[in-house]
T-cell receptor, first 116, second 112 residues
């Protein structure tokens, strides 16, 4: 069964460094999302992406964050200058526009980001 | 304000028990309600999807929505150790490309 994949599974970085989290959505999906989950907290929406541009973003998604679909398969989240409070699980999700429900978001396994 | 409340547990039950998981919400515009299951160090996996008020059954799982009370439930019958996971409720106002609003999740342990 097709699935969303994410790399790396765990990323450790120093405060102030740039990180790029990578996602490969399911191949026929057209809408892509990034969510994050700080340990012990809710899963929070960061940004949605469609047709090569941002559809919606939350207040968390400030100028330090950017997203890109550099080719036909990858979807990336970049954090330019990481802060301690960016430590979290980051989940990528995608939607099948022709599925039984147009809202069924399929999640990847996540990338655990640790900022030291 | 979009807000979803969910008792984080943990909830521990014996194998075979009926489990009841619940969420309340404040935004009356929510119309689509989902339950996700999340195993440790994995991404959320969709379990149930319902629209508006009513019940939906899928095997051992039943989802209930009461929009008048802004209250949703997930029931698990004949619970199994493999059901041990965190259960997240999520909801959206309308179909299409809209972000999910999640509850905090309830951690469930089913003891053999």
């Amino acid at each position: 069964e097709p699935e969303v994949t994410q790399t790396p599974s765990h990323q450790v970085t120093q405060m102030g460094q740039e990180v790029i989290l990578r996602c490969v959505p399911i191949s026929n999906h057209l809408y892509f999302y990034w969510y994050r989950q700080i340990l012990g907290q809710k899963v929070e929406f960061l940004v949605s992406f469609y047709n090569n541009e941002i559809s919606e973003k939350s207040e968390i998604f400030d100028d330090q964050f950017s997203v890109e679909r550099p080719d036909g398969s990858n979807f990336t989240l970049k954090i330019r200058s990481t802060k301690l409070e960016d430590s979290a699980m980051y989940f990528c999700a995608s939607i099948d526009p022709a599925g039984a429900s147009t809202d069924t978001q399929y999640f990847g396994p996540g990338t655990r980001l640790t900022v030291l | 304000q979009k807000e979803v409340e969910q008792d984080p547990g943990p909830l521990s039950v014996p194998e075979g028990a009926i489990v009841s998981l619940n969420c309340t919400y404040s935004n009356s515009a929510f119309q689509y309600f989902m339950w996700y299951r999340q195993y440790s160090r994995k991404g959320p996996e969709l379990l149930m999807y319902t629209y508006s008020s009513g019940n939906k059954e899928d095997g051992r799982f039943t989802a209930q929505v009461d929009k008048s009370s802004k209250y949703i439930s997930l029931f698990i019958r004949d619970s199994q150790p493999s059901d041990s996971a965190t259960y997240l409720c999520a909801m959206i106002e309308y179909e299409g490309n809209t972000p999910l609003v999640f509850g905090k999740g309830t951690r469930l342990s089913v003891i053999a």
